[in-house]
């Protein structure tokens, strides 16, 4: 199983940007799709962003354009560029494999957008 450690978060003001990490565990073959999640309190966690096996990329309706989901094999790193970040977007984010079983759910970082 695949572990992933999410870094890059802290607190923005309304209109920042931030660049979020998820370094997996070992090689990211095998582990696609895979998604950035959140969750914010009182709130089930959801979806933010997807990326597949050759690249497709899927989000959120209320993040498109805002955020985008990125991959760097070499590294075994996933990255969720956000920018123009809204209060509602405050939450722990995390990522994880879409595959079941495949990934564990790390601690996430948390995302405060505060002014």
């Known amino acids: 199983q695949v572990q992933f450690v999410e870094s890059g978060g802290g607190l923005v003001q309304p209109g920042g940007s931030l660049r979020l990490s998820c370094a997996a565990s070992g090689s990211l073959d095998g582990i696609f799709p895979m998604g950035w999640y959140r969750q914010a309190p009182g709130k089930q966690r959801e979806m933010v962003a997807r990326i597949r096996t050759l690249g497709r990329t899927n989000y959120l309706e209320s993040v498109k354009g805002r955020f985008t989901i990125s991959r760097d094999n070499a590294k075994n790193t996933v990255y969720l560029q956000m920018s123009s970040l809204k209060p509602e977007d405050t939450a722990v984010y995390y990522c994880?494999?879409?595959?079941?079983?495949?990934?564990?759910w790390g601690q996430g970082t948390q995302v405060t957008v505060s002014s």
């Open positions: 994880n494999s879409e595959i079941p079983g495949r990934g564990s």
